[in-house]
């Protein structure tokens, strides 16, 4: 299939690791442009050589915490007056581990400018340059809490969750102008962050982490946790031509673990 996406240029943010840097590389494999965020340069620049070396693309580091409102806003000019991507990829870092009370307003805060505030003024910024040339796709990262809300994750469930609603409200707005929205939810995807959370529960149950991964996995209809690979084939496919009627929605890529239709 030609997803018809050589030669565009996608933003994606969280590229250093993980699920966002997964989808960079995929997209690279598809001929695309790549303007690669995360905190850390030294690692951007380094994915950002490899990229180009392996797949003849422009790949473009730039450092940003999205904690920083002035960070923030300092790429949002570069991204309406420089990067104009044709792509979006919305996915910011989560919180930690945390009960719905009892959480100190400076988590919250810091959380919500992160990964909510932050992915708001982005998307705005990218707008612009897609309404003018009557073609875009944004795909926010999720989380499966969207749906099904994950012990000792409330924060990242509540902001998740106005992100989600972000999304579908944005979808409506600019679908006549060629433009798509849609959020995908991660299940078990074997990435840092998922290691993280099973240390973390694996301290609170006095358990191994080993013992928490088999015990996770025994529990998933598909027996194990997904790849970060599985999941950029299903962002790729998303940010594609080929998408061009699918907007507005919410997709799993969970092995099955969300049992509700």
């Known amino acids: 299939m030609d997803l018809g996406i050589a030669g565009k240029t996608a933003l994606v943010l ?37 990229l180009t070396e392996k797949h003849g693309i422009t790949a473009t580091p730039v450092a940003v915490d999205l904690t920083d409102p002035g960070a923030v806003e300092a790429l949002c000019t570069r991204i309406s007056e420089e990067f104009k ?19 100190s307003t400076e988590v919250w805060q810091s959380s919500t400018q992160m990964m909510l505030f932050s992915i708001v003024r982005i998307t705005e910024a990218a707008l612009g340059a897609m309404k003018e040339r009557g073609w ?3 795909v926010a990262i999720g989380s499966s809490g969207v749906v099904q809300p994950i012990p000792n994750l409330a924060v990242s ?20 102008d060629g433009i798509t929205v849609n959020m995908i939810l991660p299940g078990k995807i074997d990435t840092a962050r998922l290691g993280r959370l099973d240390a973390a529960r694996a301290e609170r149950e006095g358990k191994t982490v080993e013992a928490v991964r088999t015990e996770a996995q025994a529990v998933l209809p598909i027996k194990r946790y997904g790849q970060p690979e599985e999941f950029a084939k299903v962002a790729v496919f998303l940010l594609s031509d080929a998408a061009g009627y699918v907007t507005g929605q919410i997709t799993r890529v969970d092995g099955g673990m969300i049992r509700s239709i």
């Open 157 to 176: 469930n509540t902001i998740r969750g106005a992100v989600a609603g972000f999304c579908k409200s944005l979808s409506a707005e600019v679908a006549a």
């Open 85 to 103: 991507p044709d792509m979006l990829v919305n996915n910011a870092g989560g919180p930690p581990p945390s009960p719905s009370t009892g959480v």
């Open 14 to 50: 969280g590229a250093s690791q993980g699920i966002g840097r997964a989808i960079a590389e995929t997209l690279a494999e598809e001929g695309a442009n790549v303007v690669l965020a995360a905190r850390s340069a030294d690692a951007l620049q380094d994915i950002a050589s490899s």
């Open 136 to 138: 875009g796709r944004i």
